[in-house]
């Protein structure tokens, strides 16, 4: 007998009733982290920019605002932002937009490169680590910059003629961020910057191409070493930020739990070759339509082992993701999230939904379940909130997905998306009381 369940939500949330199956094609968005990273490149430029393809999400308007405080006049025209960074007003970021969005510390290197002086609050930790940023200030002292970290505040400053200079910088870690900060910073610097164990995921290389559109002078981006040339000025560009390869994932998983033939575009195949490596030993095929389309054919589902690894390994913001379709992947799989430290906090919630996982330490070790059931779930971080979804879409009965704050950091539209191929899901708004049949 199905009891109403009762739902007094303050906050909006997703109601997904599970167990249809999908089928059509789904529009793949720009990607969150490409346009983050080079929404604050464009403080390199001393004219006019623009970028297009460029996702509407709630971290793109938050570093928008990062960037306007700092004087960037912005105006979006659809899909594309027009940056206007010829007059910057101050070097301080300021501390409650900072704290919103842990990307807006990408800032730093430019400012310093355009103006010798920034002031960034310290990003504070998140849902999913503590996320220091010891290498970005590391690699900016090895340019010169003189680095004070005081109350909570980053205080970066260039002596003398508030030029940067040119360093050997090697990375302890492949670290994304720390990659595009010493960069960005790198483009303006005098002479020749190398940095090695460089962070090779495609967000970089993008970063790098839009740097060289603007004249630049980058070499070796997408690999573990990257040379930088600085130039003493960089002119206006137009460029298309890449396809999301995180969400072309989740939707390629999507139809993979719900056995469901979907295509997905337009994408870089390339960007996703990990991801549908693994896909293929759960099951499914993947196959290409055309230069930049792939289509799922869904298949039986087994259990495999994943580890997450700096790129070309794979990718950590796909890990939980993945682990919903493996809690019915029959058989045991072994999921060990090596760069972040706290990025499995989603295990819970899909245990509220009736799947089998221990963890131990960084470890998750599922066992599949025949179904999941629906259940109200809380989303703790962006993929998490993904992962949920995903669930809910294959759960016997109905899902409620809260916190969606989360998912509008990094998802365009992902309920309008998923209704398009036929999804049973609609987004619950504020204050309502629901009665829900499971
Ligand atoms: C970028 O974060 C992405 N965010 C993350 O995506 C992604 O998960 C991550 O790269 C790894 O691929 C953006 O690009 C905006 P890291 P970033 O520096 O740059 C340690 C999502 O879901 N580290 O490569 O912060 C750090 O603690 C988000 O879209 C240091 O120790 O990642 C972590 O353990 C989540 N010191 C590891 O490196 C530093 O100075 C990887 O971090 C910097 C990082």
Do not use: W
């Not at 490409?34 to 297009?52: H, T, V, Y």
């Not at 909130?385 to 009965?397: E, F, K, N």
Request: proline fraction near 5%; charged fraction near 20%.
């Amino acid at each position: 007998m199905n009891q109403p369940m009762q739902i007094e939500s303050e906050q909006p949330y997703l109601e997904i009733r599970g167990g249809q199956t999908l089928c059509g094609e789904v529009r793949i968005s720009g990607a969150k982290n490409s346009a983050l990273a080079i929404m604050a490149g464009s403080l390199l430029c001393a004219d006019e920019c623009r970028i297009s393809n460029v996702p509407s999400l709630a971290d793109i308007e938050s570093m928008g605002q990062i960037l306007t405080a700092l004087g960037v006049n912005i105006v979006r025209n659809g899909s594309a932002l027009e940056f206007d960074g010829r007059h910057l007003k101050q070097a301080q970021a300021p501390y409650d937009l900072v704290s919103q969005l842990r990307a807006s510390f990408f800032v730093i290197g430019p400012l310093l490169a355009r103006q010798g002086e920034a002031k960034i609050p310290l990003p504070g930790g998140c849902a999913i680590g503590a996320r220091p940023v010891d290498l970005h200030v590391r690699g900016l002292r090895a340019m010169g910059a003189h680095v004070i970290i005081d109350h909570g505040m980053v205080h970066a400053q260039v002596p003398g003629n508030g030029r940067l200079k040119g360093a050997k910088i090697y990375l302890d870690y492949p670290s994304v961020g720390a990659t595009e900060t010493i960069m960005m910073a790198a483009t303006l610097a005098q002479g020749e910057t190398i940095v090695e164990n460089a962070a090779q995921e495609p967000e970089v290389e993008d970063l790098a191409r839009f740097c060289n559109s603007m004249g630049a002078k980058i070499t070796g981006a997408g690999t573990n070493t990257i040379v930088i040339t600085g130039v003493d000025r960089l002119h206006s560009t137009d460029y298309p930020i890449i396809p999301d390869r995180v969400e072309a994932a989740t939707f390629l998983i999507a139809g993979a739990i719900t056995g469901s033939e979907i295509i997905i575009g337009p994408i870089v195949p390339e960007h996703l070759t990990s991801a549908i490596a693994k896909l293929e030993a759960i099951g499914p095929k993947v196959i290409k339509e055309g230069s930049n389309r792939l289509r799922l054919i869904p298949g039986e589902l087994r259990a495999t082992d994943i580890e997450t690894l700096p790129y070309p390994g794979f990718p950590t913001d796909m890990q939980a993701q993945f682990m919903a379709l493996l809690t019915i992947a029959e058989g045991s799989s072994v999921v060990s999230e090596t760069v972040f430290e706290n990025r499995l906090r989603h295990v819970a919630e899909l245990k509220r939904m009736g799947a089998d996982i221990k963890v131990k330490g960084n470890v998750a070790f599922v066992k599949s379940v025949p179904f999941l059931s629906g259940a109200p779930v809380m989303a703790t971080d962006l993929r998490a909130s993904a992962a949920l979804v995903i669930a809910g879409l294959a759960a016997h009965g109905t899902t409620i997905v809260q916190g969606l704050h989360h998912l509008d950091r990094g998802y365009e539209d992902l309920e309008g998306k998923f209704k398009k191929i036929g999804a049973n899901l609609r987004r619950v708004d504020l204050k309502q009381v629901a009665n829900v049949k499971l």
